[in-house]
């Protein structure tokens, strides 16, 4: 079970209370891209075993999106930020820094 | 005309708690910036309430102002005042970008009470309801079984609860469901051996 805590509205509630949105930070490919980065934008999904971003939603409480950042192996989050980025926060990197030392963000 | 009714017409369920319909209550959405000093003003001057901070409610369901999300209030007020003062709202707000909506309705509001009303929520909502983590004057949205509702504290042993009106009857029913007499688990309301 996830417990997550809601960055709009400080709710923390477990999983059922949030709907997931799949992988965050993602890159839009649109018109004009290549076949190729238009396929990947649409399909292509990390799926890593350990640190990993995610879009969520508070689907039963105040509605809004948020980002979090957990471990896939453990169900650890370690912790959720706001959706207007399109980086992770350094805040957030250092909370994975601390649990995961060997963690390197992606480039 | 029309005749307005409730969507659960006066039911009530007896058990380990009281579940009761609250009969016809008016509800409008304010929905606008709550961080906008304009927005905030018009609301409390037409209210008496004011604007309630993140996940808190000023009154109840007879008379209230409920936090729901960061750009969106409800207003609890008499069902046949719901019409004018959503439309004094849209006066006092003016050029201040809102939406007021009546959606007295498309809701539905159950009252709750009895010893075991914290326990009987949280059979079924994800929610802390230990007395010190959530009081009177706190709200939360969230779900009960499968569907979105929305409750608070009105005192030590009675709750409010509001739902979408199409979900009602199934609300209702879980609620009569988890408070069967017999079925307290008595973690809240019962003191621990
Ligand atoms: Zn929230």
């Known amino acids: 079970m996830l417990r997550l805590t809601c960055p709009v509205c400080g709710a923390t509630g477990e999983e059922t209370e949030f709907h997931a949105g799949g992988e965050a930070h993602l890159k839009r490919f649109g018109p004009g891209s290549t076949d190729e980065d238009f396929r990947d934008y649409l399909f292509q999904r990390q799926n890593p075993r350990g640190v990993h971003f995610e879009r969520w939603r508070h689907q039963y409480g105040c509605g809004k999106w948020f980002h979090v950042a957990r471990c896939t192996q453990t169900l650890e989050v370690f912790g959720s930020y706001t959706a207007q980025t399109s980086t992770v926060p350094d805040h957030i990197q250092s909370a994975i820094k601390a649990r995961r030392p060997d963690w390197e963000p992606a480039q | ?193």
């Open chain 2, 1 to 193: 005309m029309f005749e307005p009714r409730t969507a659960l017409q006066g039911a009530h369920f007896s058990g380990d708690i009281t579940v009761t319909d609250a009969g016809l209550v008016g509800m409008i959405a304010i929905r606008g910036s709550l961080t906008d000093p304009a927005l905030c003003a018009a609301v409390a001057e037409v209210t008496g309430h004011p604007v309630p901070a993140t996940r808190k409610m000023s009154g109840d369901a007879t008379d209230g102002l409920a936090w729901m999300s960061a750009d969106e209030l409800m207003l609890f007020c008499a069902y046949g005042d719901a019409p004018t003062v959503a439309a004094r709202l849209v006066d006092a707000l003016g050029d201040v970008h809102s939406m007021v909506s009546v959606l007295s309705d498309a809701r539905a509001v159950i009252r709750l009470h009895g010893d075991v009303v914290r326990e009987v929520l949280a059979k079924g909502a994800p929610v802390d309801l230990a007395p010190d983590q959530f009081a009177q004057g706190d709200i939360r949205r969230s779900r009960l079984g499968q569907v979105a509702v929305a409750f608070w504290m009105t005192g030590a042993d009675s709750a409010e609860l509001v739902c979408f009106r199409s979900v009602a009857g199934f609300v209702f029913e879980w609620l009569s469901t988890a408070s069967q007499s017999g079925s307290a688990v008595g973690y809240f309301a019962t003191p621990r051996r």
